[in-house]
């Protein structure tokens, strides 16, 4: 079954489809949420962005890998 | 019969081409994945331990009194308080440099059996042939420096629980 919800750029994976847009809303909203709940529980503005990028990058990894296994291909 | 006469003399006249017989045994050589996309892959699965390890460095340059790998364990054990990604550290820090090894690998290698001709009895050649790209081949080697400091980081971890 071929799924054509992304296009490759480069190393970003960019929506092509309505699918592939909602994943990107809810992987930005993800962040957004994990960023306000690692910033009302950390101790400083640098304990904040230290945990936060690491989160960023593993949804952004998440993120690439149902771009890899979803993106249009021409055969 | 002039036709036909003109058609023999054009097919004795026809240019035949020049066949080289060494270079025809060459043979496409297909990767199994493709470059493009397990080097957008590979870039990703490598970011997280490579940002792991720059924030081991930013911490042991701004603590002068600290080792390496003091540096390294202490991270490792703020990770742990980390409830996202507590879990996940073994994974993300082994396991994905080395699916990207794997991948990246696939994408840049062929594989092949070849039994030679009747001049060599029956001796037979197995052919792995690496294409030279350049972001495939830097992916695997910063995959490959990162699971051997992890895997240094353990021993070491391990020797001095012991000692």
Known sequence: M??????RKGIIYWPVSVIGWVILVLAG??????????DSRSHSGSDTLISFVFNLLLIGLVYTI???????RVD | MK????FLKQMENLQVPDINPHDHPQL???AIMNAG????LGVWLIMVPCYFLFCVFMYYYFHANISWFEAMFRLVVSLDNNKYIDFLAPIILIVLPIIAIIINALAITHVGYQRLGPDHGKVSEFIITVKIK????LLILISLVIIGLFIGFAMTE?????N
């Open chain 2, 134 to 137: 350049p972001l495939n081949i």
């Open chain 1, 66 to 72: 149902i771009g890899y296994f979803t993106e249009r």
């Open chain 2, 37 to 40: 996309r397990s080097a957008a």
């Open chain 1, 2 to 7: 071929k799924l054509n919800w992304f296009a």
């Open chain 2, 3 to 6: 036709d036909k006469d003109e």
């Open chain 2, 28 to 30: 496409v050589k297909m």
């Open chain 1, 29 to 38: 909203a993800y962040a957004v949420y994990t960023f306000i709940d690692i």
């Open chain 2, 158 to 162: 391990s020797i001095s629980i012991k």
